[in-house]
């Protein structure tokens, strides 16, 4: 055993994480995430003043992955309010600051920018690193803008949050997961629809067997490069991408 104490840390935390898989506390856990989705939990967070609507692990899981694949770009589908936005921006400032790369962005896309949305996204002092691009994620000529923006960049990360319906997700995953570099990540949210009762969600397209888990399954199938990085559900264990960490080997 290394004798290196931070290597000694590290090991214990592999464990320790390994170690949840099946345990109680993942049904704990489970069971707190069916129980907050209904009043809403995830829409109580901001970042750096906009509203993030992500559950606190998942905002510490993506500054992890930010931090270690250092991406030049970040493609971001589906915007909203724009936290999730600002948050990545923020992140690439941070690792700018510390030696990462000095022009990394981040791209949103989305089918329907709201006006106040946008003006609070563009008075931001974390707008200087974020571009954004309204029309559908799944349109073509939205699609060839976004594959002109990857071109030549080293490290792409990818995360997928607009349209949760089967079709929809499996289309974005065969645009925009071969964006993905080597090592990075492709980021499935709100995979947490399949473990959740069919009339949750009564005014939308999607449930049980429509949704984002039940298109990456799909998309898994003939696309051997990815994996479901089962270490970071692990973690969070409280997360609405669970199984949706795909990383490309």
């Given at each position: 055993?290394?004798?290196?104490?931070?290597?000694?840390?590290?090991?214990?935390?592999?464990?320790?994480?390994?170690?949840?898989?099946?345990?109680?506390?993942?049904?704990?856990?489970?069971?707190?995430?069916?129980?907050?989705?209904?009043?809403?939990?995830?829409?109580?967070?901001?970042?750096?003043?906009?509203?993030?609507?992500?559950?606190?692990?998942?905002?510490?899981?993506?500054?992890?992955?930010?931090?270690?694949?250092?991406?030049?770009?970040?493609?971001e589908t589906g915007i909203a309010h724009g936290g999730s936005l600002i948050f990545s921006a923020s992140m690439l400032e941070l690792n700018a600051a510390c030696g990462?790369?000095?022009?990394?962005?981040?791209?949103?896309?989305?089918?329907?920018?709201?006006?106040?949305?946008?003006?609070?996204?563009?008075?931001?002092?974390?707008?200087?690193?974020?571009?954004?691009?309204?029309?559908?994620?799944?349109?073509?000529?939205?699609?060839?803008?976004?594959?002109?923006?990857?071109?030549?960049?080293?490290?792409?990360?990818?995360?997928?949050?607009?349209?949760?319906?089967?079709?929809?997700?499996?289309?974005?995953?065969?645009?925009?997961?071969?964006?993905?570099?080597?090592?990075?990540?492709?980021?499935?949210?709100?995979?947490?629809?399949?473990?959740?009762?069919?009339?949750?969600?009564?005014?939308?397209?999607?449930?049980?067997?429509?949704?984002?888990?039940?298109?990456?399954?799909?998309?898994?199938?003939?696309?051997?490069?990815?994996?479901?990085?089962?270490?970071?559900?692990?973690?969070?264990?409280?997360?609405?991408?669970?199984?949706?960490?795909?990383?490309?080997?």
């Amino acid at each position: 055993m290394s004798s290196d104490p931070n290597q000694v840390f590290q090991q214990e935390t592999q464990d320790r994480i390994a170690s949840y898989a099946g345990s109680q506390l993942e049904v704990v856990a489970n069971e707190f995430l069916r129980e907050s989705t209904q009043p809403k939990y995830s829409y109580n967070f901001t970042w750096m003043g906009r509203p993030i609507i992500q559950y606190p692990q998942d905002i510490v899981a993506m500054q992890e992955l930010i931090w270690r694949i250092q991406p030049e770009l970040i493609i971001e589908t589906g915007i909203a309010h724009g936290g999730s936005l600002i948050f990545s921006a923020s992140m690439l400032e941070l690792n700018a600051a510390c030696g990462g790369p000095k022009d990394a962005e981040v791209l949103g896309l989305d089918i329907d920018i709201r006006q106040h949305n946008r003006m609070a996204i563009e008075k931001h002092p974390m707008f200087r690193r974020i571009s954004m691009i309204q029309g559908s994620s799944i349109a073509p000529e939205i699609v060839n803008q976004v594959r002109r923006r990857a071109e030549g960049k080293r490290s792409v990360l990818v995360c997928l949050d607009s349209n949760h319906t089967h079709e929809h997700v499996l289309a974005e995953l065969e645009a925009y997961a071969p964006l993905v570099t080597p090592g990075s990540y492709c980021v499935v949210f709100d995979t947490v629809i399949e473990g959740l009762p069919a009339d949750m969600y009564p005014d939308r397209p999607w449930g049980p067997g429509n949704n984002p888990k039940s298109a990456l399954r799909e998309y898994l199938k003939s696309h051997p490069e990815f994996e479901v990085d089962h270490s970071i559900d692990n973690k969070l264990l409280i997360s609405v991408a669970n199984g949706g960490y795909l990383r490309r080997i």
